[in-house]
């Protein structure tokens, strides 16, 4: 139950917010499910692609989505996607708690400014 409330949750704020992965799902799995950083982050990753093709869909039948500027992030995102994931795999589990916490403090901050 608590994984399908997570999903609710991640669709929701992701089609709102344009968010979802990272800064909502990856904290519930940690906080609400008991999941390590490593197997959270590699969820949330399985899950974003149904939450983006299912709002990808939602905002498309409303005119909204741009396909070639769509493609001209998500290609580059997909490298760097390869290569975030080969240096998530060297950093010790408690810097990655941290360096992730920084970054959603910093995310907070920024967006409050």
Same mark, same amino acid.
């Given at each position: 139950?608590? !994984? #399908? @409330?997570i999903g609710l949750v991640a669709g929701f704020f992701s089609?709102?917010? &344009?968010v979802g992965g990272g800064i909502v799902v990856v +904290? !519930? !799995?940690?906080?609400? /499910? $008991?999941?390590?950083?490593? +197997?959270a982050m590699a969820t949330s990753l399985a899950?974003? $692609? %149904?939450?983006? @093709? =299912? $709002?990808? #869909?939602s905002y498309a039948a409303r &005119?909204? =989505?741009?396909f070639g500027y769509g493609l001209l992030l998500g290609l +580059?995102? @997909? !490298? &760097?996607? /390869? *290569? &975030?994931? *080969?240096?998530q795999q060297r950093i010790a589990g408690p810097m %990655?708690?941290? $360096?992730f916490a920084a970054l959603l403090t910093a995310i907070g901050i920024w967006l409050l400014v």
């Open positions: 139950m608590r !994984l #399908i @409330a089609a709102l917010f &344009g +904290p !519930l !799995l940690i906080l609400l /499910v $008991g999941f390590e950083e490593r +197997p899950s974003i $692609g %149904l939450i983006a @093709a =299912v $709002g990808t #869909i &005119g909204n =989505v741009h +580059p995102a @997909a !490298l &760097g996607a /390869v *290569a &975030g994931t *080969a240096l %990655l708690s941290y $360096g």
